[in-house]
Every structure is written in structure tokens, then in C-alpha cells.
């Protein structure tokens, strides 16, 4: 019986983890990733990997919490495995620290990573320019080492990767059955979606192995998340801003912030800097259509635009475009148009 031919386009968190739900839940399939760069030159790779998801207005909060579930619970049971440490995963307990008390303190995540709590009045003191604080323990996920790990569980199950920019639908269709679009930041250009636009993340590596504890401001803006190898102190979310170039009064601004937090990374040894561009969108994008292509229907599976929230929410979403392809693959395509 002949293997339907999938192309997955992308190979950032989000892409490579949708390929490999589909090449290891889908016998009936063939799967190609096709992107311009792969690890370490992603998007991605400058992530920080906290699984610490916002609420995206616009998403059933219950399916925001089932992508959420599916990626916390895939990357627990790496923790679990002996394979933990070249994953580049593990459990990271900290604070997430608000300037003003949230309209609502208990998020629809609080009860799937673990030990969530309110901050006590005397964890407070440590921070007094802030309200009101949860303590969390949950997982960072370290992507210079996950991505290679992906890939490799990729290959193994006959997954095949190629370095290519795709620049047509159109043309990709000749030699495929399935597309997955995983193209982030790409899609504004390869499908025309002008909701996608550019959010710059900008953030140093420095050297402070006695940090253990994340803290994280809510507003996104300052965080530092230890890891295996440095500490990750950031950041940025300027929108639209298209520059990949390191920023030194950003990077100055992040070394302030974060040691307003923690006065001893004011002497902190720099290792690197990084910028990303975040596929920003107003909210993510998961769903499929059918491609027209001359006579032919082309199903096309959408799966971007999760802005800061590629690791948190990668696997669970993958999982559902997964499961978009399985279903496409008893149906039959509708009447082509004339």
C-alpha cells in the first residue's frame, strides 16, 4: 500500500515536534521536514524554555489548558527518563512576581504543574516593588539540546529532514499528499497572514551557578531562569521589530532589571547574547483547510503563531495537528472547484 507523503514546513519547536507526533503515531505516512534553518539557528533556540504559559484571549480556555497538559506531560515523562539530561529537561521551581495583583490569581495551568501557591507576605519582602506573587515548580526546557534530541527521535522512526526554503504552496503540492504549515514568523509571507508579525526577544547568557531559583516578572519583560550550562536573563517583547542584530542598551537594560531582582548578577560573568523574532499573532493559529491545486485538493494543516509560548504549548498543539492529519486521512477532499 502506498505511504501518504507529508511535508512538515518548519523546524523550530513547534514544527519538529509535530513531525515527530505524526511520523510516530501515523504508520500510514511518510514524513519530510523542509526548512531554511534548523538548531541551532532557530527561532527557538533562543527560547528559554520555562513552561509558564499566558491565557490567549480568543482560545477556549479548555483547549489552551489541553495543549498545555499534552506539553507538560510529554516533557515530564522525559524528566523521568534516563534520557532527561540529553534532552535538556528538568523541574524548575521559582516565582513569578506582579506589579499589581491579577484579576484572577489561580491560572487555568495552576493545577497541572506542581506545588502552585500564592506567595507568603514574607517570600514578599524579598521583592517590594511588588503585589502579589505565585510560587510554581515546573520545567524549563533547554532547546539547544532538545531541538538535536527531536531530530534524532525523528530519524529513528524514518522521519527525513532537508534544508530548503519554501517559497510555494503551490509547487510543494506536486510532490506531496499533506502539508503542515509550521512556518512561524514565515507564514506571514508563505500564506499571506498579515496577523503574523515579529515580537524581538533579546537575552544574555551569563555565568552564576549558585542561582537555582527562577523569578520571573509577569509582565514578561524581566526573567531569569537558571540552567544546566548558564543562567538566562532577559529580556525583550518589542513588536514588529524585525532587528537581529544585539542590542547593547537592550542588553544593558536586562543586566538592570534582572539585578534590581537579584543584586549579584550586577557582577555576573556575560557568556552570550541572542536575539529571536517571536511569531507573534493576535491568537494561534491550529487549524486546516484544502489547497487548491488544478484539479487536485491538497489538505493543508496550519499550526503557528504561539508568540512567547512555543515550548509551553509545542508538544500539546502538536499533538492536535497530529490529530487533524489522521482525520484528513479517512476523509475524502471536497469537489474541486471549477
Not at 27 to 41: G, M, R
Not at 70 to 82: M, R
Not at 138 to 160: D, H, I, M, N, V
Not at 161 to 180: F, G, N, P, R, W
Request: hydrophobic letters at 40%; proline letters at 5%.
Amino acid at each position: 500500500m502506498k505511504k501518504v507523503q507529508v511535508v512538515v514546513i518548519g523546524a523550530g519547536v513547534v514544527g519538529m515536534s509535530t513531525a515527530v507526533c505524526i511520523v510516530e503515531s501515523l504508520p500510514s505516512c511518510t514524513v519530510t521536514v523542509l526548512a531554511e534553518k534548523f538548531s541551532p539557528d532557530t527561532t527557538s533556540d533562543v527560547a528559554a524554555g520555562i513552561l509558564l504559559p499566558k491565557e490567549i484571549q480568543g482560545v477556549p480556555l479548555e483547549r489552551q489548558r489541553r495543549w498545555f497538559k499534552g506539553t507538560f506531560d510529554h516533557l515530564l515523562a522525559i524528566t523521568e527518563s534516563p534520557q532527561t539530561s540529553e534532552a535538556g529537561v528538568f523541574m524548575s521551581s521559582g516565582y513569578q512576581i506582579f506589579k499589581e495583583v491579577p484579576r484572577n490569581t489561580k491560572p487555568y495551568w495552576a493545577d497541572i504543574v506542581f506545588g502552585f501557591r500564592i506567595m507568603t507576605d514574607r517570600e514578599m519582602k524579598r521583592f517590594p516593588n511588588y503585589k502579589f506573587g505565585q510560587a510554581i515548580t515546573t520545567l524549563k526546557c533547554e532547546s539547544l539540546r532538545y531541538l538535536p534530541w527531536l531530530e534524532k527521535r525523528f530519524t529513528k522512526a524514518g522521519g527525513q529532514m532537508k534544508q530548503e526554503k519554501v517559497t510555494d504552496l503551490q509547487q510543494l503540492a506536486q510532490s506531496y499528499d499533506v502539508i503542515v504549515n509550521c512556518s512561524g514568523l514565515g507564514s506571514r509571507s508563505l500564506v499571506g497572514d498579515e496577523q503574523v508579525y515579529p515580537v524581538r526577544g533579546q537575552i544574555l547568557k551569563v555565568h552564576a551557578p549558585w542561582l537555582k531559583n527562577f523569578i520571573r516578572d509577569a509582565d514578561g519583560n524581566t526573567y531569569i531562569y537558571p540552567g544546566i550550562d548558564y543562567v538566562t536573563l532577559g529580556g525583550t517583547q518589542q513588536a514588529n521589530d524585525w532587528c537581529l542584530e544585539v542590542d547593547k542598551d537592550d542588553s544593558k537594560g536586562i543586566v538592570e532589571r534582572c539585578s534590581k531582582l537579584v543584586p549579584a548578577l550586577r557582577t555576573a560573568q556575560v557568556l552570550g547574547e541572542k536575539v529571536g523574532l517571536r511569531p507573534g499573532r493576535s491568537k494561534l493559529r491550529l487549524e486546516r483547510e484544502w489547497l487548491q491545486v488544478q484539479e487536485r485538493q491538497v489538505p493543508l494543516v496550519h499550526n503557528y503563531g504561539h508568540a512567547s509560548w512555543g515550548i509551553s504549548l509545542s508538544w500539546g498543539t502538536a499533538l492536535e495537528a497530529m490529530d487533524l492529519v489522521r482525520r484528513i486521512l479517512h476523509e475524502k477532499p471536497p469537489h474541486a472547484r471549477l
